[in-house]
């Protein structure tokens, strides 16, 4: 067995000084060390070698393993240093090639609209306030003077959530919030998230709003007039004009929805896209807090009074940007987005 054990030696160093390739090693190993290999039958073979030979034939045995082993190691840390000076070699860099720019990250029109109107109110002396969007019905509707049985509950094309709770479908909930945790004066925008059951070019089931309400004594319809055209004016440009038509609002009496003048064709070119025409684009609704909210909240109505306005962030931007299908804004489209 000796002589076994030497010839099998002298093999599995031949393989291994053969051996250029880590596949190679392995199969030289599997071949002589593996389940099945040439020294581990030896191996099995030791319950026939008599008694009192077995502990030089295991020590012979072991030694045999033992070098293996480490040639196999020596080997497969030479062939992988082989191969990394190779591929070193045939993969220089060129570093005389242009480098690659990447891209940029900018903020989405929504946010820089967003975040400009914040600004602009923010300089009128306005705090920010946020609220939930699941609300309750009382919230949503029955504190802004929109009963059950109201006519107006039907133009909210409302996501009903269950056990009375709704998806907000205008940020208005959280002026009643605040006016119930908060005494006179306020000046607050509540921008957010708003949901209704509506699609198409230019409305979205989700969309986004900012509402901004002013309580305090005396507040009058030319304070809220000149917050408004002032805040505009800031938004659009200083030549911006504005103008108040009457409306209705179940939660402001008197109600009306602001227009700006069109900045595009200035009303002189009927085919125009913005204004189609009229020289004029509607941009958000007003009007003064109907004292039976502030009934809600306990607030005397004879001893304050307040203005309401609130507009959607989205109509905001496609008239800011020119933009006509509202769906752009959520594609994730990095050709339109790029734009901005």
């Not at 599995?12 to 030289?28: I, P």
């Not at 992988?80 to 900018?106: N, Y």
């Not at 004879?302 to 299908?325: C, H, P, Q, T, W």
Request: glycine share 8%; proline share 5%.
């Amino acid at each position: 067995m000796k002589e076994q054990l030497e010839q099998i030696r002298e093999a599995a160093l031949a393989a291994l000084a053969a051996a250029k390739t880590e596949e190679q090693l392995e199969q030289a190993r599997v071949s002589f060390l593996g389940r099945k290999g040439e020294l581990t039958l030896v191996v099995r073979q030791m319950r026939d070698v008599p008694p009192e030979e077995r502990p030089a034939m295991g020590a012979v045995l072991n030694q045999i393993k033992d070098e293996l082993e480490t040639r196999i190691a020596q080997a497969l840390r030479s062939v992988r240093a082989a191969e990394r000076s190779r591929r070193a070699a045939e993969e220089r860099v060129d570093i005389t090639l242009p480098g690659r720019r990447r891209r940029r990250g900018t903020l989405h029109p929504l946010t820089q609209v967003f975040n400009e109107l914040v600004d602009v109110f923010g300089s009128l002396g306005f705090s920010v306030v946020e609220g939930p969007d699941v609300e309750d019905d009382y919230h949503n509707f029955e504190a802004l003077n929109i009963p059950r049985d109201h006519p107006a509950r039907d133009m909210q094309d409302t996501l009903f959530v269950g056990d009375g709770l709704v998806l907000r479908t205008h940020t208005s909930p959280v002026q009643i919030r605040v006016m119930e945790s908060q005494q006179p004066p306020l000046r607050v925008v509540v921008p957010g998230a708003a949901y209704r059951h509506d699609y198409d070019v230019t409305h979205s089931p989700m969309f986004h709003q900012i509402e901004g309400f002013l309580v305090d004594r005396r507040v009058t319809f030319a304070d809220l007039k000149g917050v408004l055209t002032l805040a505009l004016q800031r938004l659009f440009g200083s030549d911006t004009r504005v103008r108040f038509r009457p409306a209705f609002f179940p939660f402001t009496e008197p109600s009306a929805e602001v227009d700006i003048a069109c900045f595009q064709c200035g009303g002189d070119d009927s085919a125009c896209r913005l204004c189609k025409g009229t020289g004029w684009m509607e941009i958000l609704g007003s009007g003064l807090i109907d004292p039976n909210v502030f009934r809600f909240v306990g607030y005397d109505p004879e001893a304050v009074s307040g203005f309401a306005f609130g507009m959607g962030i989205e109509r905001v931007a496609m008239l800011k940007y020119e933009i006509n299908d509202i769906r752009l804004l959520y594609g994730s489209d990095l050709r339109f987005l790029r734009q901005f």
